[in-house]
């Protein structure tokens, strides 16, 4: 007789393009199916990772709430009126007037989402063995409330430092899940820094990297469609403050103003696309500094880039620097809380100070010192690749 899968639930906000994203469809491509039964909530669709999700997950149809707020307000009025939804309609409104009185970070935002749409948002029918918020912010709440299971796990990819107000809100939350994940060291530290009390119930678990995926990846599909011959740069993140774009915007103009023959190229989007486009265009760097928009398949961009950079303020691992590594390409990066889970300094890439200077330099060293570039390259070639044993931790930790 065969022994009953186990039910697993996952959540995230979307499958765009971004390192938790990332993660969670690589662990969803190494899990066991004879063992396991998986679904997986999202509040929006539609993105480009959806398509590389296993056959063997059930993707949940949209929640109530996250199809009216695809409709215009004018439909969304007409449809709350006809259908007696004047409730979700109250939601919307009060959320869309609280996030327009000031500027939030995306921590607050959650909060505020939350506070002013939970009501209206229905529970999940089903009882799970294992309910899995992958992302801070929003899934977190949504497990709690909404989701019965016999174990909650609430995953932690960002290093960040919350406000009071945050905390006290995250504390509540985070207190009614039987074990919290940070996806490095550094990123446990920030968490229990927060939160003391919760030290026993975090663990490590790294976000899981498949070389062979990618590596096969990187074999197809597009790449630069340009004919351009010089030094490729390229950075992979969302549009957002996070990822220090104003910093990668000054250190582009000092290279093109010091003639350095070269294109950066970025992957994704975000809340700053807008702001950048306009700061791109002051600059002067229209031909230097080019927005790719997001590919569903990004790493034959990464094969065929000269050097990485990454310009974060913060980073709960830095996954798209793991896969700059696994296919060989030099790395410049900023310091922030995770970067030594991954990087050494002068092996792998250049680990450098949060300055336009810094990393200009770096970048320069690397073009022109044909020595450190190849000695870089040659260590790349030999460093392990990926941690698809991390499945094991994975494995133990829903029991």
């Not at 980073?315 to 889970?341: H, Q, S, W």
Request: with cysteine; net charge positive.
């Amino acid at each position: 007789m065969n022994k009953m899968k186990k039910s697993l639930l996952f959540v995230i906000d979307s499958l765009d393009m971004a390192g938790a994203e990332k993660s969670l469809v690589t662990l969803l491509s190494l899990l066991d199916y004879s063992r396991y039964s998986v679904d997986l909530q999202l509040f929006t669709y539609g993105h480009a990772l959806e398509k590389l999700i296993p056959k063997e997950v059930n993707i949940l149809s949209p929640l109530e709430y996250s199809n009216f707020t695809k409709l215009n307000i004018k439909k969304s009025v007409k449809q709350a009126v006809v259908k007696g939804e004047l409730d979700m309609l109250v939601s919307r409104i009060k959320y869309s007037m609280k996030i327009r009185s000031k500027k939030y970070n995306n921590p607050q935002k959650a909060i505020i989402f939350w506070q002013s749409v939970s009501s209206v948002i229905e529970n999940n029918s089903k009882k799970y063995d294992v309910a899995i918020s992958y992302a801070q912010g929003i899934p977190t709440y949504y497990v709690v409330d909404k989701v019965k299971a016999k174990k909650k796990i609430a995953w932690v990819n960002v290093s960040f430092h919350p406000d009071e107000a945050v905390k006290k809100f995250q504390r509540i939350y985070y207190g009614q899940y039987n074990q919290i994940v940070a996806v490095s060291e550094s990123t446990k530290e920030v968490l229990v820094d927060s939160f003391p009390s919760f030290i026993g119930k975090v663990k490590v678990l790294y976000d899981i990297n498949n070389p062979e995926f990618i590596s096969r990846m990187a074999e197809t599909g597009c790449d630069y469609k340009d004919e351009f011959d010089g030094i490729r740069i390229l950075t992979i993140g969302r549009l957002a403050h996070q990822k220090g774009y104003d910093l990668a915007l000054e250190v582009c103009k000092q290279l093109k103003e010091e003639g350095i023959y070269f294109r950066w190229y970025v992957l994704g989007k975000g809340p700053l696309q807008t702001e950048i486009e306009r700061l791109i265009k002051e600059m002067g760097l229209t031909e230097y500094f080019i927005l790719l928009g997001v590919k569903a398949n990004p790493y034959p961009y990464i094969k065929k880039s000269d050097i990485y950079v990454q310009t974060s303020r913060f980073e709960g691992f830095g996954l798209a620097i793991a896969e700059a590594r696994m296919l060989n390409v030099p790395v410049v990066t900023t310091k922030f809380d995770a970067v030594y889970n991954q990087m050494i300094h002068g092996k792998n890439g250049l680990v450098v100070d949060r300055n336009a200077q810094a990393v200009a330099d770096a970048i320069k060293n690397l073009i022109k010192n044909q020595k450190l570039r190849q000695s870089i390259i040659d260590y790349l070639h030999t460093e392990k690749k990926g941690n698809v044993d991390e499945i094991g931790k994975f494995y133990q930790l829903i029991g």
